[in-house]
């Protein structure tokens, strides 16, 4: 950085171009813990750059995706704890990219905020980096905006995007899906970061004290509320070397009924067993507050299963066996049946 770069006309108009150096300052601890054998430039270029292990690869395929926290971070400020919500971008968008079979290479960052105060954006980066570390990919680049008279001082707003890659032949689509093929559930860790208009309704939670503690939750509501998505990377992976995974879906928004059908072929539907899902006591909270149909939660949240796979029912124990083994609580919630595209709960 310039160590003569400073304008007290732009530091008047509220952009302080010295707190952004600061900023980054602060963060490169964070990122390097991201590197990964690929990276070939530090933060601070005009451009991340990342070399791609290609050996043994047929015909390499990149796969992207990008996200942001969405209202969620509305929770982050009323708590003033910004060092987790960097997991759920980074979850939103490897969570997804997985889902064609992908293993994340590097991650982009965005940050706009109405006030650079660097102690926040640092905690917010290492947020992104720990959710990076978790994915195993790199922290390669990114960008802090300061954006005085747009944002609010105290707030700002937080999205990114992953960069995948899988050998073609190896992509995951739902072609082999066929009925009789088992469903397996990976649990969610909350809400994750979906819903949260109808979370921050319910609960009136900009005139709520989110800091006292639920018994039915075993800890406060706003704890419950701000834990970060669940990152599946690792355990996808190892259950893609032990068996073929036919289909997989990222539970978001739109719960079971917008996202499971996404991973099934024409002719095929999703048959989900309500006695097989275990649904933690923050959806049934939510639901009670808000005085919600359960059509409309399973429609809305992802009612505890935050990824769902397919696989031949000859492999669903053994699915559920490496799951485990890679720290997932995991289990067989239905199967697919003939019908169209749909999702039948019952």
């Known amino acids: 950085m310039a160590s003569n770069s400073h304008s007290e006309s732009y530091k008047a108009a509220g952009v302080d171009i010295t707190a952004g150096y600061e900023a980054v300052r602060l963060m490169k601890d964070h990122i390097a813990r991201t590197n990964t054998p690929g990276v070939l430039s530090g933060i601070g270029g005009f451009g991340g750059l990342f070399a791609p292990a290609l050996a043994g690869m047929k015909e390499p395929v990149l796969v992207s995706g990008t996200d942001g926290v969405g209202t969620k971070l509305k929770l982050a400020f009323l708590m003033d704890k910004h060092d987790t919500v960097g997991i759920d971008c980074v979850a939103m968008c490897v969570n997804d990219i997985i889902c064609a079979g992908a293993a994340p290479l590097f991650f982009l960052d965005y940050v706009a905020v109405g006030k650079n105060v660097p102690e926040r954006v640092a905690a917010i980066v290492s947020g992104?980096?720990?959710?990076?570390?978790?994915?195993?990919?790199?922290?390669?680049?990114?960008?802090?905006?300061?954006?005085?008279?747009?944002?609010?001082?105290?707030?700002?707003?937080?999205?990114?995007f992953a960069v995948g890659m899988v050998d073609k032949e190896k992509i995951i689509d739902n072609s082999a899906v066929k009925p009789g093929d088992a469903i397996i559930g990976l649990a969610s860790s909350g809400v994750h970061s979906n819903g949260f208009s109808l979370v921050r309704k319910v609960f009136d939670v900009e005139h709520s004290d989110l800091a006292i503690h639920r018994d039915e939750l075993g800890e406060s509501l706003g704890e419950a509320l701000l834990r970060p998505t669940k990152i599946y990377v690792k355990p996808m992976l190892a259950l893609m070397e032990a068996v073929t995974v036919k289909a997989v879906s990222h539970i978001t928004g739109g719960g079971f009924y917008e996202n499971i059908p996404r991973s099934l072929p024409q002719g095929c539907a999703a048959r989900i067993s309500l006695d097989r899902l275990a649904v933690p006591p923050l959806f049934r909270l939510i639901q009670k507050a808000g005085d919600i149909p359960e059509r409309d939660m399973f429609n809305t949240y992802n009612m505890g299963v935050g990824m769902s796979v397919v696989v031949d029912a000859a492999d669903a124990n053994r699915a559920v066996e490496v799951l485990r083994g890679a720290g997932e609580d995991a289990w067989i919630m239905g199967e697919v049946v003939a019908g169209e595209g749909g999702v039948i709960l019952r």
């Open 128 to 160: 992104v980096a720990e959710g990076c570390v978790q994915a195993g990919c790199a922290l390669i680049g990114g960008e802090t905006a300061e954006m005085p008279g747009f944002y609010p001082e105290d707030e700002y707003d937080l999205a990114g």
